[in-house]
């Protein structure tokens, strides 16, 4: 890298850098926020000649992907031959300038637009008052030019403004055409450099995710691969199966472990930009076969019963390596990884070396191998009582809703299978998720939070149920509603692994009967999942209580029903 080259530009070659396509922002760069009120007193600062600041631009004849619509215009392509001038620093700054002297709209995310055309320049202003205005009320109409046609220069526009105005015109004109910005060009350095410069610069702001560095290090406009792009076209075509919530994040760490067996940030910055290129379709045909599998044949028929997103690393690293189903003592020690993991909060820390660790199992596993671990899982029904707090953060939790999610429930008053949304799995009090005994009517019998918002009491149904038949009442009444419609009722409730009405308190509206035998149901399913092994004695299991995925998971707070 050359030493950093300071140098004074005026607006004019900036103005038509940005125009011709030299000056370009880079994908890290994030939207442009600056309020008309910002931009406003730039212009005033420059128009009175005070100091705005430096630009720092990075030159490289590397083409990265760029946010082409600086000011939502359709900017050129850079020249081939060219070097491109990459925006490290100063886009606010840069971009308010553009917009306010093309006097551009600009629509922001909330659907508002704002008028960069209605901000004013006041030419009896004195030189210690604001010379830049965006309310012309109870202003002089004929001290008042919009600083876009200003700088536009239209003659008969300017011309029409008095005599007297005429010095003023002329003399902010030329400030603004004269003024001399810093800027410090970067050349020669690489990509690395330039985004670590990036985010010392903006040491205030939020830190560049690694997928948003290899999103610019990897475009190819030859290859006609854009990540981002092709995150997203995978994202929308997950979202048909409902499998549209898997962070970027894990979709580049499965990318760096398939192409070098490394997830690693550090590893991940260091892929080459055809690494990514060739082995991104490798991982989508492998997600997709994992997906598949953990649909199929474990009922994870959205992506929020994840308990993890990070196990579709090793799952996808297990389909890409196996790319059918597996069977026989395979597909055993397969789900018992999964259970495993799901039962443990192994992911809630040390995603990068614990993944790694379980790939290593998943080879053991494709020679047919059953892999050890270092991990103990207590199923006991005990265990559950004990730990059972419904909260859909927490992975343990995450995994007893899969398990619920496996039987594949059905509707307690019409018999046909539950579906399962990604919407309504989001937070604790979403539509899928049912108190079979209502949190209002235990609540009147005088039972705690932590005694009701328990995952045995959790069941999941649909949100009419929900809302028009449960709704508050009490449990005999309900389900005997329910059984005039639907005569396989006793059958409908043990997909959602509850017995016999009669023998398990609910005739009898008792919750202790209910909510011993749901604990001991759901331990005995859970043992037909997980194959014994020593380490379950010899070491003590500890509840899951971690976060289970910020890009996942939203804490909520339940509501009745």
Same mark, same amino acid.
């Given at each position: 890298?050359?030493?950093?080259?300071?140098?004074?530009?005026?607006?004019?070659?900036?103005?038509?850098?940005?125009?011709?396509?030299?000056?370009?922002?880079?994908?890290?760069?994030?939207?442009?926020?600056?309020?008309?009120?910002?931009?406003?007193?730039?212009?005033?600062?420059?128009?009175?000649?005070?100091?705005?600041?430096?630009?720092?631009?990075?030159?490289?004849?590397?083409?990265?992907?760029?946010?082409?619509?600086?000011?939502?215009?359709?900017?050129?392509?850079?020249?081939?031959?060219?070097?491109?001038?990459?925006?490290?620093?100063?886009?606010?700054?840069?971009?308010?300038?553009?917009?306010?002297?093309?006097?551009?709209?600009?629509?922001?995310?909330?659907?508002?637009?704002?008028?960069?055309?209605?901000?004013?320049?006041?030419?009896?202003?004195?030189?210690?008052?604001?010379?830049?205005?965006?309310?012309?009320?109870?202003?002089?109409?004929?001290?008042?030019?919009?600083?876009?046609?200003?700088?536009?220069?239209?003659?008969?526009?300017?011309?029409?403004?008095?005599?007297?105005?005429?010095?003023?015109?002329?003399?902010?004109?030329?400030?603004?055409?004269?003024?001399?910005?810093?800027?410090?060009?970067?050349?020669?350095?690489?990509?690395?450099?330039?985004?670590?410069?990036?985010?010392?610069?903006?040491?205030?702001?939020?830190?560049?995710?690694?997928?948003?560095?290899?999103?610019?290090?990897?475009?190819?406009?030859?290859?006609?691969?854009?990540?981002?792009?092709?995150?997203?076209?995978?994202?929308?075509?997950?979202?048909?199966?409902?499998?549209?919530?898997?962070?970027?994040?894990?979709?580049?760490?499965?990318?760096?472990?398939?192409?070098? /067996?490394?997830? +690693?940030?550090?590893?991940?910055? *260091?892929? =080459?930009? @055809?690494?990514? &290129? #060739?082995?991104? %379709?490798?991982?989508?045909?492998?997600?997709?076969?994992?997906?598949?599998?953990?649909?199929?044949?474990?009922?994870?028929?959205?992506?929020?019963?994840?308990?993890?997103?990070?196990?579709?690393?090793?799952?996808?690293?297990?389909?890409?390596?196996?790319?059918?189903?597996?069977?026989?003592?395979?597909?055993?020690?397969?789900?018992?990884?999964?259970?495993?993991?799901?039962?443990?909060?192994?992911?809630?820390?040390?995603?990068?070396?614990?993944?790694?660790?379980?790939?290593? /199992?998943?080879? +053991?596993?494709?020679?047919?191998? *059953?892999? =050890?671990? @270092?991990?103990? &899982? #207590?199923?006991? %029904?005990?265990?559950?009582?004990?730990?059972?707090?419904?909260?859909?953060?927490?992975?343990?939790?995450?995994?007893?809703?899969?398990?619920?999610?496996?039987?594949?429930?059905?509707?307690?008053?019409?018999?046909?299978?539950?579906?399962?949304?990604?919407?309504?799995?989001?937070?604790?009090?979403?539509?899928?998720?049912?108190?079979?005994?209502?949190?209002?009517?235990?609540?009147?019998?005088?039972?705690?939070?932590?005694?009701?918002?328990?995952?045995?009491?959790?069941?999941?149904?649909?949100?009419?149920?929900?809302?028009?038949?449960?709704?508050?009442?009490?449990?005999?009444?309900?389900?005997?509603?329910?059984?005039?419609?639907?005569?396989?009722?006793?059958?409908?409730?043990?997909?959602?692994?509850?017995?016999?009405?009669?023998?398990?308190?609910?005739?009898?509206?008792?919750?202790?009967?209910?909510?011993?035998?749901?604990?001991?149901?759901?331990?005995?399913?859970?043992?037909?999942?997980?194959?014994?092994?020593?380490?379950?004695?010899?070491?003590?299991?500890?509840?899951?209580?971690?976060?289970?995925?910020?890009?996942?998971?939203?804490?909520?707070?339940?509501?009745?029903?």
């Amino acid at each position: 890298m050359n030493l950093p080259e300071p140098q004074s530009v005026t607006f004019p070659s900036l103005f038509d850098q940005i125009q011709h396509g030299t000056i370009k922002l880079p994908q890290f760069q994030r939207g442009f926020v600056w309020s008309r009120a910002q931009s406003a007193r730039l212009l005033d600062s420059i128009i009175k000649g005070y100091p705005i600041g430096t630009f720092i631009l990075w030159s490289t004849h590397e083409r990265l992907r760029a946010i082409h619509n600086l000011g939502g215009l359709d900017l050129p392509d850079t020249p081939p031959g060219n070097a491109v001038k990459y925006v490290l620093d100063g886009q606010q700054r840069l971009t308010s300038l553009f917009v306010t002297l093309k006097g551009l709209k600009i629509r922001r995310n909330d659907e508002q637009e704002d008028d960069y055309s209605q901000i004013w320049l006041d030419l009896n202003a004195q030189e210690d008052e604001d010379l830049v205005l965006l309310d012309k009320k109870e202003r002089d109409p004929s001290s008042l030019i919009q600083l876009s046609e200003l700088f536009r220069g239209d003659f008969k526009y300017l011309a029409s403004f008095p005599d007297a105005a005429q010095d003023r015109i002329k003399l902010y004109k030329n400030r603004i055409e004269s003024y001399q910005f810093s800027a410090v060009q970067i050349t020669n350095a690489s990509i690395d450099v330039a985004t670590e410069i990036f985010t010392r610069l903006n040491v205030g702001g939020k830190p560049l995710t690694p997928f948003e560095i290899m999103v610019a290090k990897s475009y190819d406009p030859l290859r006609s691969f854009d990540l981002a792009e092709q995150y997203n076209a995978l994202i929308n075509k997950l979202g048909g199966i409902e499998y549209d919530t898997i962070p970027a994040s894990i979709l580049l760490q499965t990318v760096s472990m398939l192409a070098v /067996r490394d997830a +690693r940030r550090k590893v991940i910055l *260091r892929l =080459t930009k @055809d690494q990514v &290129i #060739d082995t991104w %379709p490798k991982m989508t045909d492998g997600l997709e076969l994992a997906i598949d599998y953990l649909r199929t044949a474990y009922c994870i028929t959205a992506s929020r019963l994840l308990p993890y997103p990070a196990l579709l690393i090793p799952f996808t690293y297990f389909f890409h390596r196996h790319p059918k189903n597996p069977s026989g003592d395979r597909a055993k020690y397969l789900e018992d990884f999964f259970w495993r993991v799901a039962l443990s909060g192994r992911y809630s820390q040390s995603v990068e070396s614990r993944s790694l660790q379980d790939v290593e /199992r998943m080879d +053991r596993m494709l020679d047919n191998e *059953r892999p =050890t671990y @270092d991990w103990a &899982i #207590d199923v006991s %029904p005990q265990f559950i009582e004990q730990n059972g707090y419904f909260t859909v953060s927490r992975s343990f939790i995450k995994a007893l809703v899969c398990l619920l999610a496996r039987k594949k429930p059905r509707s307690f008053e019409t018999d046909v299978p539950i579906h399962l949304d990604n919407d309504w799995l989001k937070q604790a009090n979403s539509k899928n998720y049912h108190h079979f005994f209502p949190k209002a009517w235990l609540k009147k019998k005088g039972y705690t939070d932590r005694q009701i918002n328990h995952i045995a009491n959790i069941t999941l149904v649909d949100d009419f149920l929900n809302k028009k038949v449960i709704q508050a009442k009490a449990p005999r009444d309900y389900i005997r509603q329910c059984a005039k419609e639907n005569e396989r009722i006793v059958r409908t409730l043990g997909t959602h692994l509850i017995g016999d009405p009669e023998t398990w308190g609910i005739m009898s509206n008792d919750y202790d009967v209910f909510f011993r035998k749901r604990c001991q149901k759901l331990s005995k399913e859970l043992s037909k999942l997980i194959l014994p092994a020593d380490v379950d004695t010899a070491l003590v299991a500890v509840p899951a209580t971690e976060t289970v995925d910020e890009f996942t998971v939203e804490e909520g707070v339940d509501k009745d029903g």
